[in-house]
């Protein structure tokens, strides 16, 4: 079977087990904490994450990737020392994750004024793929980018062309954070399937935000793997909605089109802390507890769970 690179070390394919596709560690804001400190303790931070993905193992997860970016605060020495103390496989990514414009390293690099120049970023996503990022040895083994409400605007559409380029270069699979609402795949289909990118080797993130099974069955007519990957953000989608979804899709022969997780991390600075009590049911362990029982009140198999969780993740990571 094929190596996977984790940040513990490289692992054979078959031991990633049951896998969550979309999970962060942290996802923080790495100039305000380092100016104003006072909500960042390291060691503290540190520990939770520990305790955290600890507790996910104990309730039968074995994998999770992570797709934190530029963009979302990666710093991959930090994920390095946890996954050193806990018994979980943590995949990461490459990407950039913007909703409208590149970050300002890059407006003033590459293909600008018109000019036929190559993009730094593509490179950039290369080399952490085939070397490792920085020098901590960990390769990344998956590629991520965005697109929300705004659509595609021309740096969103930039990123998404070097993440196009990467990817066929290398061979690793693409994960895009999608807003379904606006029906925004089918924007991302248009420019990965014109540059050659075979939709199944591409997740759509965050499919289960929408109810709309004859949109994202569109989806996944076209090949696309459809991350039911935020259960527990029920201010996005109610529980029994995203429930119902899962199983209606099921039903209609999409089992192996859907992977399972959270979108969740063990430390968000993005919201104000207390706001998050709002969201009980977001974190590691509500699809394990809740999510995974409900199914199976709802008649689907161990097998078909295990479909969810360790056959198709499997495969898309496999490239």
């Given at each position: 079977?094929?190596?996977?690179?984790t940040?513990?070390?490289?692992?054979?394919s078959?031991?990633?087990?049951?896998?969550?596709?979309?999970?962060?560690?942290?996802?923080?804001?790495?100039?305000?904490?380092?100016?104003?400190?006072e909500?960042?303790?390291?060691?503290?931070?540190?520990e939770?994450a520990i305790?955290?993905?600890s507790?996910l193992?104990a309730?039968?997860?074995?994998?999770?990737?992570?797709?934190?970016v530029?963009?979302?605060?990666?710093?991959?020495?930090?994920?390095?020392?946890?996954?050193?103390?806990?018994?979980?496989n943590?995949?990461?990514?490459?990407?950039?994750?913007?909703?409208?414009?590149?970050?300002?390293y890059?407006?003033?690099?590459?293909?600008?004024?018109?000019?036929?120049?190559?993009?730094?970023?593509?490179d950039?996503f290369?080399r952490d793929i085939t070397e490792?990022i920085?020098?901590t040895?960990?390769?990344a083994?998956?590629l991520?980018?965005?697109?929300d409400e705004?659509?595609?605007?021309?740096d969103?559409?930039?990123?998404l062309?070097?993440?196009?380029?990467?990817?066929?270069?290398t061979?690793?699979?693409?994960?895009?954070?999608?807003?379904?609402?606006?029906?925004?795949?089918l924007?991302v289909h248009?420019v990965?399937?014109?540059?050659g990118?075979?939709?199944?080797k591409?997740?759509?993130?965050?499919s289960?935000?929408?109810?709309?099974?004859?949109?994202?069955s569109?989806?996944?007519d076209?090949g696309?793997?459809?991350g039911?990957?935020?259960?527990?953000v029920?201010?996005?989608?109610?529980?029994?909605?995203?429930?119902?979804?899962?199983?209606?899709?099921?039903?209609?022969?999409y089992?192996?089109?859907?992977?399972?997780?959270?979108?969740?991390?063990c430390y968000?600075?993005?919201?104000?802390?207390s706001?998050?009590?709002?969201?009980?049911?977001?974190?590691?362990?509500?699809?394990s507890?809740?999510v995974?029982?409900e199914?199976?009140?709802?008649g689907?198999?161990d097998?078909?769970?295990?479909?969810m969780?360790?056959?198709?993740?499997?495969?898309?990571?496999?490239g």
């Amino acid at each position: 079977m094929p190596e996977i690179p984790t940040a513990g070390g490289t692992i054979d394919s078959g031991a990633l087990g049951r896998t969550l596709i979309h999970e962060h560690v942290f996802v923080i804001s790495p100039e305000v904490l380092q100016n104003y400190p006072e909500e960042w303790d390291e060691q503290v931070r540190v520990e939770d994450a520990i305790e955290r993905l600890s507790a996910l193992k104990a309730a039968g997860i074995d994998t999770i990737f992570d797709p934190t970016v530029i963009g979302l605060g990666r710093y991959i020495p930090r994920i390095v020392e946890i996954a050193k103390q806990i018994d979980l496989n943590i995949v990461v990514a490459t990407g950039v994750y913007t909703y409208d414009s590149v970050p300002k390293y890059f407006r003033m690099r590459g293909p600008i004024f018109g000019m036929d120049l190559p993009d730094p970023m593509a490179d950039m996503f290369i080399r952490d793929i085939t070397e490792g990022i920085a020098d901590t040895g960990v390769k990344a083994a998956f590629l991520k980018c965005a697109i929300d409400e705004e659509g595609m605007t021309p740096d969103v559409e930039r990123i998404l062309r070097a993440v196009a380029k990467a990817h066929l270069a290398t061979g690793a699979p693409v994960m895009v954070h999608t807003h379904p609402g606006t029906k925004r795949g089918l924007e991302v289909h248009q420019v990965l399937s014109g540059l050659g990118v075979d939709p199944t080797k591409v997740c759509l993130a965050h499919s289960g935000d929408t109810a709309d099974v004859d949109h994202l069955s569109e989806l996944a007519d076209l090949g696309y793997l459809l991350g039911m990957d935020r259960f527990g953000v029920d201010v996005y989608s109610p529980f029994e909605e995203r429930i119902t979804t899962v199983v209606k899709l099921v039903e209609r022969g999409y089992l192996d089109r859907m992977a399972l997780a959270h979108d969740a991390s063990c430390y968000l600075d993005w919201i104000e802390q207390s706001f998050l009590a709002m969201t009980p049911n977001w974190n590691y362990l509500h699809i394990s507890n809740d999510v995974l029982p409900e199914f199976r009140k709802r008649g689907l198999s161990d097998e078909q769970i295990d479909t969810m969780l360790i056959a198709n993740p499997k495969r898309w990571i496999e490239g």
